[in-house]
């Protein structure tokens, strides 16, 4: 059946009392998203293990939701797919009219989780070998998705339209349009450095503080932008003590003396997510790039986002997408050695700030954006050593 446009909006009222000028929150349905973003954790399980046969198990339910938001989905005025009706959870709108809502169509979260998952759905079918025909609708809808848009702050836009600025709430502990920044990867700071840029004045606009999982992803926020200072700023924010209990929407984030997130009362959110943090400070791996056997490959990127507060250090275990397994260690604030273990026999590149030397390996460096990029291949189970040169 065909669906003809909302009328630019839908105004819902509020679920108690007079409404978000007056200090009420909109709570939007967020149900028809929510099958991309689980799909999401099922390809990456396979984006960091490489295990076919896992990949062959999950692909008809990626390709069940592919379908699903490939027959929803309806073009704007521009010609764009877009969903509709559209949410940003948990947050509401102000129109230049002064009007608010919560439902619209287009919304900025939605469509960076559509796109995610279109694309994840291509790369499953290369990697499997088969449905080259629906991989072709699925490239063409995923290019045909409404683009990202910067407002006229330099923000990226939360709605389809630029309404962010007439929030009177410019705070909200929420800020789920960046998940093109993390957990996805249609922005990257150096791969698409004006939307990181927007991402960067929208994290900026909200402001630092909020409740413990609202800080934990604002540190993961951060450390994709290669801003480790800010990350470790936020990660710092999360490790203080608090007492509160009582239920606070706002600013009331921290950690409780028995080290659970405070949302309050509590969220493993913001456990799970201050680490995850961490990681990302430490090592990337979520662009990927067409590698020599036609499938998709990942840059490890190491020490991406080092706060200058860890000038000295080392870690091991950390696992990478594309089957890696990598051991780092710094010092001054400089790569000093590490080893990367291949777990499939994969080719990967390697981005570094500063000159290694690879064991065995006569690697040469390609420099893009003022870092070092190696390319190679690699034998399943070999270990591969470096050094600062």
């Not at 490239?139 to 990202?148: F, V």
């Not at 800020?175 to 791969?191: D, E, K, N």
């Not at 080290?259 to 009362?265: E, G, M, S, T, Y």
């Not at 950390?318 to 777990?343: C, H, N, P, Q, Y």
């Amino acid at each position: 059946m065909a669906r003809k446009h909302l009328a630019g909006f839908m105004v819902i009222p509020p679920m108690v009392g007079a409404g978000p000028a007056q200090g009420q929150i909109y709570h939007g349905v967020f149900l028809t998203e929510g099958s991309g973003w689980v799909c999401q954790h099922l390809w990456e399980h396979y984006a960091f293990t490489r295990d076919k046969a896992y990949l062959k198990s999950i692909y008809p339910t990626l390709k069940g939701a592919a379908e699903f938001y490939m027959a929803t989905m309806i073009k704007d005025e521009r010609g764009y797919l877009i969903s509709s009706p559209s949410t940003s959870p948990e947050n509401y709108f102000i129109t230049d009219d002064k009007k608010s809502g919560s439902v619209t169509e287009g919304a900025t979260m939605e469509k960076s989780i559509i796109w995610d998952l279109l694309n994840n759905v291509s790369q499953a079918a290369t990697a499997l070998n088969e449905d080259k025909a629906f991989q072709n609708q699925v490239l063409k809808a995923r290019n045909q998705i409404s683009p990202l848009k910067i407002g006229k702050a330099g923000q990226l836009m939360e709605w389809n339209e630029d309404w962010d600025l007439n929030s009177n709430d410019p705070h909200h502990r929420h800020v789920s349009h960046l998940f093109a920044l993390h957990p996805g990867r249609q922005i990257t700071a150096l791969g698409t450095p004006e939307l990181a840029n927007a991402a960067k004045k929208t994290l900026e606009l909200r402001g630092d503080d909020g409740t413990g999982w609202s800080i934990a992803w604002k540190e993961n926020f951060w450390a994709r932008l290669r801003e480790g200072d800010h990350a470790h700023k936020l990660l710092s924010y999360q490790l203080r003590l608090t007492s509160q209990t009582e239920t606070v929407m706002a600013d009331a984030g921290g950690t409780y003396a028995n080290l659970f997130d405070a949302h309050p009362p509590f969220q493993i959110d913001g456990n799970f997510g201050a680490v995850s943090g961490m990681t990302e400070m430490l090592l990337q791996s979520m662009e990927s790039y067409t590698g020599a056997n036609g499938q998709d490959a990942y840059i490890l990127d190491l020490l991406p986002a080092l706060p200058t507060a860890w000038p000295d250090g080392h870690i091991s275990g950390l696992k990478a997408r594309g089957g890696f397994e990598v051991s780092l260690k710094w010092k001054d604030g400089k790569l000093l050695s590490g080893t990367i273990k291949s777990l499939n026999g994969e080719p990967f590149k390697i981005r570094t700030s500063n000159q290694i030397k690879i064991k065995g390996l006569n690697a040469v460096a390609k420099k893009v954006d003022g870092n070092l990029i190696y390319s190679l291949s690699s034998k399943k189970g070999m270990i591969y050593s470096f050094s600062s040169i």
